[in-house]
């Protein structure tokens, strides 16, 4: 996302309710929108200008994960396939990093 946003996620409203997953047909990103919503009201940013980009939605959701983490949040096992291709993209670039499921970002 190009902009800073100060996320504000509501009491009541956990990492867990994404429900994330990871297409095994496609291989895009599965996520249920309602937690994203939320968050965006919360926040103060428009939903529909998230969700109509993918990167935004990654970014978002990474924001989020990284938030619930430091506050003692569970570990959620697709987000950290994701952080981990992203890092392993990064330190050794994309045309070297075997493709797997990843088609989110």
């Not at 990492?15 to 047909?25: A, K, P």
């Amino acid at each position: 996302m190009d902009n800073k946003i100060v996320l504000r996620v509501p009491t009541g409203v956990d990492f867990s309710d994404l429900n994330l997953d990871i297409s095994q047909i496609s291989g895009q990103l599965i996520y249920d929108e309602r937690p994203l919503q939320i968050i965006c009201e919360a926040s103060g940013v428009n939903f529909h200008s998230i969700v109509s980009n993918d990167q935004a939605v990654y970014d978002l959701i990474s924001l989020w994960y990284q938030a619930h983490l430091e506050n003692g949040g569970d570990i959620d096992l697709v987000q950290e396939l994701i952080n981990a291709e992203n890092e392993a993209e990064s330190t050794y670039g994309v045309e070297r990093v075997q493709s797997g499921s990843k088609k989110w970002h």
